[in-house]
């Protein structure tokens, strides 16, 4: 069971960079986001990207990180995304061990305690790039590429992958 | 040599989106990065990120990107990221192979001819979600996490890997 947690973004300025992240976080196999604010429209985002792509990925809102964190931590692996964090590349075969994990995604000032309440720190490089690149990479090294079998119930659509063009399969439900 | 062409995109609406694929290419061992729209500001952007974190990452923008590709075909394989693809997890090692690469990310509408110049078309996964994390997934495939063994040099500041903080170098440059 793989979740995402998603803290500390503005969302005005943010909104492209939180919706990458949500769709990120859906294509790779994650099964639900938790956003630290709420916000119907990125609900609405995940709806519609459901409703034509399939599958039931799920959105919700927390108003206590702290909170929730600990909950979670009962039964989950905490998993903080970041710059500073043990290189990927040596932490990987350890994390890959873990079964549930709560993966926080955090914009540039991450408040301390995150780096202190997670079970590891880990950094995708230690130079700047984005915290959507950093989960995409994350979830397909612990995944080994198999997100991408992933199967999405009731798609609207889907794409047959194509050497040289777009095929699309249109999908009647009944 | 790994190079990026990124196409497509409109500069007001997207600039977030360009500046983290431009941390992605530089972060993730590109060299240099070719835009298809004159912008000051990125080049900017490029200079100051060069200018604290070491390396010297290129921003270069084209008027023609049909002539562009075409000359660059000569003595670079042309890859196209699009969902519509060739599945990575297929067409990996055949890429592996290949030593000058110009990678082409564009956005949601890529002129059809993109489709039949590229030598290879490939797919991070089938379901829609950024350029930014497919450009990412991408150069660390072919990679293998090589990447972030990068050196780079005159770095003002550096971050030393660290599992429950931030820990980081200041560096005086002579």
């Given at each position: 069971m793989i979740e995402i947690l998603q803290i500390g973004q503005r969302l005005?300025?943010?909104?492209?960079?939180?919706?990458?992240?949500?769709?990120?976080?859906?294509?790779f196999n994650a099964t639900k986001i938790y956003m630290h604010e709420n916000n119907e429209h990125m609900k609405n985002t995940v709806y519609k990207i459901n409703s034509t792509w399939g599958g039931n990925f799920?959105?919700?809102?927390?108003?206590?990180w702290k909170k929730f964190i600990k909950i979670k931590k009962k039964s989950y692996k905490?998993?903080?995304?970041?710059?500073?964090?043990?290189?990927?590349n040596c932490a990987c075969?350890?994390?890959?061990?873990e079964n549930n994990m709560l993966i926080i995604v955090g914009a540039s000032k991450v408040p301390r305690e995150i780096y202190?309440?997670?079970?590891?720190?880990?950094?995708?490089?230690?130079?700047?790039h984005s915290e959507i690149s950093a989960l995409a990479v994350f979830l397909d090294r612990i995944q080994h590429g198999?997100?991408?079998?992933?199967?999405?119930?009731?798609?609207k659509i889907e794409i047959i992958p194509d050497v040289r063009g777009?095929?699309?399969l249109s999908k009647t439900i009944d």
């Open positions: 005005v300025r943010d909104e492209r960079v939180i919706t990458h992240i949500i769709l990120v976080a859906r294509a799920e959105i919700d809102f927390i108003n206590n905490i998993i903080h995304l970041t710059m500073y964090g043990e290189d990927i075969s350890k994390i890959n061990a202190e309440i997670a079970d590891y720190n880990i950094a995708i490089g230690n130079q700047p198999k997100q991408f079998l992933k199967k999405f119930n009731n798609a777009k095929n699309i």
